[in-house]
């Protein structure tokens, strides 16, 4: 960093521009007298300024360039020459920031010839039509005298060049493309960063863009490129120059209060950043003026860096992340910052690097900051690593919590189904040792009765258990193709006991054989979840006619299965909400059942699962394609 620093002054301080510049391939031009300039405060008249000229209040232009300033003053400029070149030249103003040049050419006091040229005059309009400020130089055998009247509502930089229009357009190149290879970058970077924005959806990604594109178009600006496609709209023109400046200022701020996370550290420093937005809106406005007024703004231009550098220290020093890296990319820029805007207040000489003082240092400042958000990202991969494995270590806990409560309830359901076969069991087995005792023997007929009897009820009581086992240790990693009607008739079996104690009939309507692919066990969970509910629900109020339907559909590739039962519904609103964590019409109710149910369906069966009440009940719709894992 400290290199950099050093070449940057170093190759900016040494390479001053010369006010007039001649083409070395001049053999036949003759410049008779140094540039003269006037500070015009009470609007001369040409005439007047001619006479002045005569009468030596004209001040010699300083050999290297250097801004006059922001002014309401008109300037005159006067050169002597003498061109007898056989090729036609032209003089070229370096700096394009000249709103209006006016050329007066004299001989001998006499006006020979009048050119109107600057930024803010159509290319029609011109003498010489071209995107610069450019004029002919009429070929003479003896000297003329050109007197520029230049007005301008943005600092005036005098630096000329003459030579052929070759030459002019070559020198013109070798400026443009620093621009156009900043430009290239920029905008590179400002399309990698919204993709990044789109993907995370982080605030420093958005304020970065906002100043990447308000940086842009002020750069553009004071390369006089936005003249060039609003040349007869000048209003259009100022507008865009206060916006680019006020929104590259204010999402600058913004960007390094987020970046920086100033926010975890003082608050009076986000207030304060927060006034300083609103005095950098006010304060950008004045370049609509003209004037001093425009030294506020430029004022504004220097105090904002610096601001945001002492945020950068500020956050080295509370050790937060990435703030070194933070403050060295933005010494970069307030380096180029300061030497340009010193430039255009006129404080030192204008260098050689010109404008690319502050592109230089935004270069620099972009790679950093990009480097900085390259980081983050990675920072913000690895935090949701962590958060996702968290949240599926959290998934897992609240589908076995969910998978629990559905085994305590089965489990009092196979109690109250092996009851009644057990004591069938013991029935037969007290009535054949009563005939042994009593009668002393039994009929052979009968024992063979009575041990069928015997085996059925065990063969009954062992098909329960296998339903419920399986259920309980089937492992949940495990997906295979499934019949979706055999599963639902295991669980009837599970809850035929139940139901019949409530009162509660249980029916099936289906057309089809559906099969799909998934884990069974999650699958009887989620329709064992949705039946206990219902099941609830009827148990809380006094209904005669207890129905619970179950319909087996397929439609365009997916098995639709309804659950409509006649309950009273569901009284939560908006309904949708039955399926968010902790949401329960129970009162003592946990508020996860429905919410694994809508996790198993969508994650584990890429399906979904809607809610609406009808027939005076609660119908639960399960959409799930056919054959794809």
Not at 260 to 282: G, K, N, P
Not at 334 to 359: A, E, Y
Request: aromatic letters at 14%; a neutral charge.
């Amino acid at each position: 960093m400290r290199c950099f620093i050093f070449l940057f002054f170093f190759a900016s301080f040494s390479c001053a521009v010369d006010s007039l510049r001649l083409s070395p391939s001049l053999d036949s031009f003759i410049l008779l007298d140094q540039a003269k300039v006037f500070k015009d405060r009470h609007s001369v008249t040409l005439e007047q300024a001619y006479a002045l000229l005569k009468e030596g209040r004209f001040e010699p232009l300083s050999p290297r360039v250097k801004s006059f300033g922001v002014s309401d003053a008109t300037y005159w400029m006067a050169l002597k020459l003498q061109n007898t070149a056989h090729e036609k030249l032209f003089l070229e103003f370096q700096y394009d920031q000249l709103a209006y040049v006016d050329c007066y050419i004299f001989h001998k006091d006499q006006l020979l010839d009048v050119m109107h040229n600057g930024n803010a005059v159509a290319f029609k309009k011109r003498e010489v039509e071209h995107f610069f400020v450019r004029f002919a130089l009429l070929h003479s055998d003896e000297p003329l005298t050109y007197l520029f009247k230049i007005v301008s509502d943005r600092p005036i930089l005098i630096a000329m060049n003459i030579g052929t229009k070759s030459e002019l357009d070559y020198d013109k190149l070798m400026t443009i493309l620093p621009t156009t290879f900043f430009t290239g970058f920029l905008l590179l970077l400002l399309v990698l960063n919204m993709m990044i924005y789109g993907l995370f959806k982080s605030r420093e990604y958005l304020y970065y863009s906002m100043y990447l594109v308000s940086f842009f178009v002020f750069i553009m600006y004071i390369n006089n490129y936005i003249f060039f496609l609003t040349q007869e709209h000048l209003g259009i023109n100022t507008f865009i120059k206060v916006v680019s400046a006020q929104g590259f200022h204010i999402a600058l701020l913004l960007f390094t209060l987020s970046c920086l996370e100033i926010h975890r550290f003082s608050l009076f420093l986000v207030h304060l950043t927060y006034c300083l937005c609103v005095c950098c809106f006010v304060a950008f406005l004045c370049l609509s003026l003209h004037g001093a007024y425009q030294t506020i703004a430029i004022l504004a231009g220097l105090i904002v860096p610096l601001y945001c550098l002492f945020l950068s220290f500020y956050a080295w020093r509370k050790k937060v992340e990435y703030a070194r890296l933070y403050a060295v990319g933005l010494v970069g820029f307030c380096i180029g910052s300061l030497l340009f805007w010193l430039m255009q207040l006129g404080l030192i000489d204008v260098l050689d690097m010109g404008k690319n003082t502050l592109l230089v240092g935004s270069l620099w400042e972009m790679i950093l900051f990009a480097a900085i958000l390259l980081l983050k990202i990675k920072s913000i991969k690895t935090q949701y690593s962590v958060m996702k494995f968290h949240m599926d270590e959290n998934e897992q806990e609240r589908l076995h919590q969910s998978k629990y409560i559905s085994i305590g309830r089965s489990i009092g359901n196979v109690a109250h189904q092996w009851k009644q076969p057990l004591n069938a069991l013991g029935a037969i087995l007290t009535h054949m040792k009563g005939t042994l005792l009593l009668e002393q023997r039994i009929r052979k007929s009968n024992l063979v009765k009575s041990l069928d009897m015997s085996f059925d009820i065990l063969k009954h009581l062992s098909e329960t258990i296998d339903t419920f086992y399986n259920f309980l240790l089937k492992p949940y990693a495990h997906k295979s193709q499934f019949n979706v009607m055999e599963e639902l008739e295991s669980i009837q079996k599970m809850l035929a006991f139940s139901f019949k104690n409530s009162g509660i009939t249980l029916r099936f309507f289906t057309n089809t054989n559906s099969s799909i692919v998934g884990n069974p066990n999650e699958f009887i969970q989620v329709v064992l979840n949705i039946l206990l509910n219902a099941q609830d629900q009827f148990n809380t109020c006094d209904h005669s006619n207890a129905l619970i339907d179950i319909s087996i559909n397929e439609v365009n590739d997916t098995c639709i299965i309804t659950i409509q039962d006649n309950a009273g519904g569901v009284t939560i609103e908006p309904i949708e909400q039955i399926f968010d964590l902790h949401v329960s019409t129970k009162s003592a109710g946990a508020g996860i059942g429905l919410f694994i149910c809508k996790s198993i369906i969508e994650k584990r069966f890429n399906g979904t699962i809607e809610v609406l009440n009808q027939h005076n009940g609660a119908c639960f719709k399960i959409f799930i394609p056919l054959n794809v894992a």
